[in-house]
Every structure is written in structure tokens, then in C-alpha cells.
């Protein structure tokens, strides 16, 4: 790099670096602080500077990821020689470089890129931090359970921190898919099924990995994936086609991406599947017309794994040429892993089919980011860092208190929870279970693939550290837990996960009755079943939502010995669990709770932390009613008709537990709902007010939920829509009052009809509550 083109930089940084050191000792507006490093125009500067400078190779190299699983463009002319990563960087071919992990490999490889390469333009180096790199929180759909987004950028705070320490600099996260249909594997890396709670926990995630501005020092750039529509795959079949109206994609699945763009998110990535017939890496619709036309996106796309060169198999492209010809002009920037781009935009370029300026286009936001993010002043990590960094008792305590504040009680028949830890109800548990002692399924299947370093407590471990020496603890495996299909990503190289070798079906049994022994020799059993790391995922998807490998079978002959039972759930989705719904009396769904959950779990189960987290997904009662969500249209019949009561006759269609829901061990009151112009005008901003008290002895914290429901326009509209959520902590009878606002960002709906966005003068309900069935109801007109 020229020292001319770093000089401005760098007194721009330290101009920064001392405005803030003053705004920490002159408490002026931060707001300033908060302003990037570099400004725009510098930005645009350097960018021209060194595209005049680069040959048409070393443009395609910008937009080319290495992946150590690359392997050729898949031209049937036959697979390329494989070349070392460290000759390809040198010739300038490679932008970024994804799945490195290790300070050392990454410094390795941004050595030869800024030394012995041309015009020695650094590596982005990016990997899946999707919920802690080292410390490994709870898993994304639990943290969105936590209804918290402050707590949530904390966590991705800590993730980036990590991240940044290891020598990484690009996160592919966050997942902001909203997903219906709880088969769908990859449920759990996102937020659930609301577009609403969905767009808040995606800005607050990109807020999280960035910092303040792209380049705030300790964070990273982050990716908003998959985009887009890759959670509606049919049947819940990950990689599956999506089919979805314009309707559906406006006002549900778009939302949290538009929500990302808008708090500054410097990448996306293109999803895998068909987007109505149409592969989202190569569909112009959504990378250019809705993208960067309608939303301004000024980053850049990176594809997913392999995904122009699946073009092929999609049946959309003919060869290599084809799928670099179409990813491209559809506007995708970066070829992840495939090699496509390498082998095949300069001779698209020769042919005149592609022209250099329209490459210079597709480069030009990959630099700049590399310029925001300070790379080319600090391409290298200080390897003796990184431990100091990440092993932390800080990271550790927020570990604990982010997965008892996502932890979800979904039973608690007569107020079974919270356990005295000092044996003076109960002298000794059997904690019971394949999940009871696990370490690494904690972690789900991403902590899993990079959590390689900080070790998990297991709930038996976090039981026996909490109680007393007046209780005895028992444990029991039970049998062994394995998928019936294994995961690709149990043979994985670089990923040690796996799950229990399989069973006979007399070893199942045996230690089936062997669990249900120790139950017998004590007083209570807290049984912990669901789901290993490789159970939910990608490529994790199933069609049936049972508690499997005899799980079910543990639990019936364990409770049918009539003494307490506690359910604790690890999963990356709802299960089945109708029947534990109405004989197991307290259950727990503790998600894929991370590093300290066990520590977590326990903390619930004997009161040193009162639950408060609420369902980001609805919970079936069964598979059959898959998709399931609360915010669904009447439409014609809706069950609630007195004639026509039901849409299944074998099954209600109601949830098991709806959408918002998850109980406290205090109790909550919410009365009177105020709104502040009962005829508000088109575009006015309103208040919706209500007082909640808790009405228990113990403080606890409630999520206070606004739902609203348009009664009549242009288009039918959900039965319910939440549109402002709080989470407020209460001490033991204390009341306050909370107030949301509504106006036209909540009000409008993007209608198939007269196909845009409206807002109509109509006639709304409202109701403000604990889940999404409140019944504090209030309504308003909206006037022209
Ligand atoms: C996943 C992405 C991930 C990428 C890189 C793909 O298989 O779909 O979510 O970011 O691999 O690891």
C-alpha cells in the first residue's frame, strides 16, 4: 500500500481516537464518538486509487472466497488443478478466506496477501460466529426467546470481541430467516416465526457484531443471511424450494433483512434454494430491484457455500460460464468457495458478454469495506492476544445470565419450580436423561463446529455444584440418542461432533430400566431429553417432532412411579410433547443453552433466577399441524365458528403453547390500556398505554406484548400482528406503566391487491398482554 493513500486514514483515526478519549472525560454528545473512522469521500478515494491500479485478474480475485473444500468450477471440462492457498494469494486471486479459525493460520496467510502480493491488498477472513466463537452463548433462536434485543447485542458484543481477537474480521451472521414450519433444521440460528421480533433482534445482532460504525475497533463485519426466503422451504426439507407471494415476502420475510440494511449491515448472503423458480443466487429481483434499488444496500453479496456453482444443479445454468454469467448480472459480488468466478468472468469479459466497469462495480464495495474495517493499516492479530481476550470470568457470567434469561418454563403445575436447594422438600434427585450429561450438544451444531475451546457444563454438573450437601444426586444416561439418517457433519474433518454409537435394541432396553431404577431410589426426577447438536441445523431438518430413541418410553415409565418430574428440554425446535404437557408437571425448555447451561438450568430450578422468556415460535401440538404460526389469516370458517368448530377432526388447531408465551414464578397484571387519540389521522403517531403490576412476592420480568389487528382494507389481515414488545424488570409488587407507539412504520402493510405499501383508514383492535392470545383489548379508528 502506498503511504499516500494511508496518511488521511490515519489522522482520521487518531482525530477519532482523541475526540473520544475527550468525550469519555467531557461527557459531550457521544453521538459523535459514535461517527465512523474514515469519512465517505476518503473512502471512495482509496477505493479509485487502487482499482486504477488492478489488472482484470486481480479485480476477479477481489470477488473470489478460498475454501479449503473448494474443488474445481464443476465445468464438465473437468476439474482445475488444485493449487496451494498461499500461490493463489500471492497471484492476487483470492479476496477472502473463509473456515480458518486459528490467530496463527490467519496471520500465516495475510502475510503473503500484504507482503508478496502485488498491490498487497489485505484478506477478509470470515467464519459462522453465529453465537460465540470461544464462549459459546446460547443458541440464536434462544436469545430471541430472551425477547431482549439490548441483551442480545451484548451477546454478539462479546461474540465479535472474540472474533476480532482470533485475527477474523467478517461473521456470517446474523441469520435473520423467519421460519414457520418447525421441521426446518435451521430453525434455531434465527429468531422464529415473527417479522416484528424478527427485524428487532436482527438489528440489534448487527449492532452487536459492528459496534458503533464498520471498523469500531473489537468488532466485526457482519453478514445478513440467507436472503432471502430460505426458512420457507417446502416442508420444512432444508435446501428445499420456497414458494412465496408477494405478500408473504414483503410483510413477513423481508422485514428483518430491510431491518438489518437499515442498521447498517455491511454484507448479505444469498441463500441456497429457489425463490419461487427462480435460485436466490442468481434471482435480479432480490439482489438488485429490492437490495440495493429499494433498500440503498451499499455492501456487498457473498454467495453461500458452493451456490453459483450449484446454479448447475438448480437446472438454471448450463456450465460454470453460465452460473458466473447469471450470479453476476443477477448482482452477486462474492463467489463463496466455488471457484466459479476465478474460472470463468475474464472469459465472459474477452466475449464482451460482461464488460471491466461493471467488475470494477461488483469490487468497489468488497475494498471499501476492507478500508472502513481499517485493514490495510491492521492486516495482522496479535496472536499472545486471543486468549486473554475470550477467557474471561466476564464472558463466562454473561454466558450464564444470557441462558437463564432465554430459558422458557412451559409448566409448573402447582408451583412444583422453584426446588429448595437444601434437601428440606426433597433429599435426593435423579437427574435422567442422554442430554443430562452432555457437554458439546450444549452447544448446538455451529458452537459445536468453532466452540472448540471452552468446555460446557452439563445440567448434572450445574445440579450437583448448586445443591447442598443434604441432597444425594443420582444420574442415568438412559439410552442412547442418535439420528436415524447421520449428519454429514458427524464425518467432518475439522468438526469433532458426534453422537452415540448405535444401540441394540436390548442395550436400549437395558439401560432404559436401568434409568428408571435410580428414579425409583430417589425423590425426584429431572429428566433432560430432546435433541443432540446434530438434530437441528442445517441439514438437520425431520418430519417427525418426537422425543426420539426411545425418549418418550424413558419419560412414561420414569413418571409412572408417581413421584415429581421436571422436563428440561434441549432442543434447536418445539418437540412433541403433548402427553409430557399433561402429565409431567413442570417442564423447562432450555434451547441449545451454551457454555454455562447447565449452570443456567440449574439456577432456574432452584430460584436463584426467575424464568422470563417467552416462545419466539408457536408450539404445535403436533407434527400434522406444521406450518403453525400465530399471526395467520380468519379466512373463511375459522374455527372459532360455533358450526364449523374445526379444520382437523383428529386435532385441534389451536398451539400447544402460543406465540409469546412462557410463565414466571410470580405472576403479572395488566389493566387499564389507554390509547391516546382514539381517531388518529393516516400518519400520526400515537401512544397505547397499560399498567402491569406484579402481583406475586418475588421479582421477575415480564415481556409486555402489543398486538393489533386491522379489521377491513384493501387485503384480509392476520387475526394478530405483534407491533411494540418491552421486557421490564419488577420488584415484588410494583407496578408501572408502559407505553408503546404506534404510526405508520407499525400500521402499514405492503398489500397484494393494490400491490404497494398502505396505510388505510380503517378500523383497528389492539391488545396489550403476556402472550399472543392478551385479552386487554382496546381499539381505534384510523382517520384520512
Ligand atoms: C451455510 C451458511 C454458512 C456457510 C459457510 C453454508 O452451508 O448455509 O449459513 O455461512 O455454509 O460456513
Not at 454473561?398 to 434469561?405: K, L, S
Not at 432396553?509 to 429428566?527: G, K, P
Request: glycine fraction near 8%; charged fraction near 20%; proline fraction near 6%.
Amino acid at each position: 500500500m502506498k503511504p499516500s493513500l494511508l496518511l488521511p486514514h490515519r489522522l482520521h483515526r487518531n482525530f477519532w481516537l482523541i475526540l473520544t478519549l475527550l468525550a469519555l472525560v467531557f461527557p459531550f454528545s457521544l453521538a459523535q464518538a459514535q461517527a465512523p473512522a474514515i469519512s465517505d469521500q476518503e473512502v471512495t478515494r482509496q477505493v479509485e486509487a487502487l482499482i486504477t491500479q488492478m489488472t482484470l485478474a486481480e479485480k476477479i480475485g477481489q470477488l473470489t472466497q478460498f475454501g479449503q473444500l473448494t474443488q474445481g468450477d464443476g465445468n464438465p471440462a473437468g476439474e482445475k488443478e488444485k493449487e496451494k492457498p498461499e500461490d493463489k494469494i500471492r497471484r492476487g486471486a483470492v479476496g477472502s478466506v473463509l473456515w480458518l479459525q486459528e490467530p496463527a493460520a490467519i496471520n500465516r496467510l495475510q502475510h503473503v496477501a500484504v507482503e508478496q502480493s502485488r498491490l498487497h491488498i489485505p484478506i477478509l477472513f470470515g467464519l459462522d460466529v453465529i453465537h460465540g466463537l470461544y464462549t459459546i452463548f446460547p443458541a440464536p433462536l434462544a436469545t430471541a426467546a430472551s425477547w431482549d434485543p439490548k441483551m442480545v447485542e451484548q451477546e454478539q458484543t462479546y461474540a465479535a470481541r472474540e472474533a476480532s481477537a482470533a485475527g477474523l474480521n467478517w461473521t456470517f451472521a446474523p441469520m435473520v430467516d423467519i421460519a414457520r414450519d418447525v421441521r426446518w433444521g435451521r430453525i434455531i440460528e434465527g429468531a422464529g416465526e415473527d417479522p416484528y421480533l424478527g427485524s428487532a433482534i436482527a438489528a440489534a445482532q448487527v449492532r452487536g457484531f459492528q459496534g458503533p460504525y464498520l471498523g469500531s475497533p473489537g468488532h466485526v463485519l457482519a453478514t445478513m443471511k440467507h436472503y432471502a426466503g430460505y426458512g420457507a422451504a417446502d416442508g420444512g426439507r432444508d435446501y428445499d424450494s420456497s414458494y412465496l407471494s408477494d405478500s408473504q415476502l414483503w410483510n413477513v420475510y423481508l422485514p428483518p433483512f430491510h431491518a438489518a440494511v437499515q442498521a447498517g449491515v455491511g454484507s448479505a448472503m444469498s441463500a441456497y434454494m429457489d425463490l419461487n423458480d427462480v435460485p436466490a443466487s442468481g434471482n435480479k429481483f432480490l439482489l438488485r430491484e429490492v437490495l440495493r434499488d429499494s433498500w440503498g444496500f451499499k455492501g456487498f453479496v457473498v454467495s453461500d457455500a458452493f451456490a453459483i456453482r450449484s446454479l448447475m444443479k438448480h437446472g438454471m445454468a448450463r456450465d460454470g460460464q453460465d452460473a458466473a454469467y447469471k450470479a453476476f448480472t443477477a448482482g452477486l459480488n462474492m463467489d463463496m468457495a466455488s471457484d466459479t468466478y476465478l474460472n470463468n468472468l475474464e472469459g465472459l469479459t474477452k466475449q464482451g458478454r460482461i464488460t471491466e466497469r461493471e467488475i470494477d462495480d461488483m469490487v468497489r464495495p468488497i475494498l471499501a469495506v476492507k478500508i472502513r474495517l481499517g485493514l490495510f493499516e491492521h492486516p495482522y492479530v496479535d496472536e499472545a492476544r486471543l486468549d486473554a481476550v475470550w477467557h474471561t470470568p466476564e464472558h463466562r457470567a454473561f454466558a450464564r445470565t444470557a441462558a437463564q434469561r432465554s430459558i422458557v418454563l412451559l409448566r409448573n403445575e402447582g408451583s412444583l419450580l422453584p426446588f429448595d436447594k437444601n434437601g428440606q422438600r426433597f433429599s435426593s434427585i435423579a437427574v435422567i436423561g442422554p442430554l443430562a450429561d452432555a457437554h458439546r450438544d450444549l452447544f448446538g451444531l455451529w458452537g459445536t463446529i468453532t466452540g472448540s475451546k471452552a468446555p460446557a457444563v452439563s445440567v448434572l454438573e450445574g445440579i450437583r455444584s448448586a445443591v447442598g450437601s443434604g441432597m444425594r444426586v443420582e444420574y442415568a444416561k438412559g439410552p442412547a440418542l442418535r439420528r436415524d439418517i447421520p449428519s454429514f457433519f458427524e464425518n467432518l474433518a475439522f468438526a469433532d461432533i458426534h453422537e452415540d454409537p448405535p444401540q441394540s435394541p436390548e442395550d436400549a432396553q437395558h439401560a432404559l430400566d436401568a434409568a428408571v431404577e435410580t428414579a425409583r431410589h430417589c425423590d425426584l426426577s429431572i429428566m433432560v431429553l430432546g435433541e443432540t447438536a446434530l438434530m437441528s441445523g442445517e441439514a438437520a431438518s425431520r418430519s417427525a417432532l418426537d422425543l426420539s430413541s426411545r425418549q418418550q418410553q424413558l419419560l412414561e415409565a420414569v413418571a409412572a412411579l408417581g413421584k415429581p418430574v421436571v422436563l428440561v428440554l434441549v432442543s434447536g425446535r418445539p418437540l412433541s410433547i403433548a402427553w409430557a404437557a399433561e402429565h409431567v408437571p413442570a417442564i423447562l425448555e432450555a434451547w441449545y443453552p451454551g457454555v454455562e447451561g447447565g449452570n443456567a438450568v440449574a439456577d432456574i430450578l432452584f430460584g436463584e433466577a426467575t424464568p422470563g422468556a417467552k416462545l419466539p415460535v408457536t408450539w404445535p401440538r403436533s407434527v400434522g399441524q406444521e406450518p403453525l404460526y400465530y399471526a395467520h389469516n380468519l379466512t373463511q370458517q375459522p374455527e372459532t365458528d360455533a358450526d364449523f368448530k374445526s379444520r382437523y377432526w383428529d386435532q385441534l388447531t389451536s398451539p400447544l403453547y402460543p406465540f409469546g408465551y412462557g410463565l414466571s414464578y410470580t405472576k403479572f397484571s395488566f389493566s387499564n390500556l389507554k390509547i391516546s387519540n382514539a381517531q388518529p389521522r393516516l400518519g400520526e403517531t400515537f401512544g397505547v398505554s397499560v399498567d402491569v403490576e406484579n402481583t406475586g412476592n418475588r421479582a421477575g420480568a415480564e415481556v409486555v406484548q402489543l398486538y393489533i389487528h386491522q379489521q377491513a382494507g384493501s387485503a384480509s389481515r392476520p387475526v394478530r400482528e405483534l407491533k411494540g414488545f418491552e421486557k421490564i424488570d419488577l420488584a415484588p409488587h410494583e407496578k408501572r406503566t408502559v407505553t408503546f407507539s404506534l404510526g405508520k412504520d407499525e400500521l402499514s402493510f405492503w398489500s397484494p391487491g393494490l400491490k404497494k405499501w398502505v396505510e388505510e383508514a380503517e378500523e383497528f383492535d389492539v391488545w396489550v398482554g403476556e402472550d399472543s392470545t392478551a385479552t386487554l383489548h382496546g381499539k381505534f379508528r384510523l382517520v384520512p
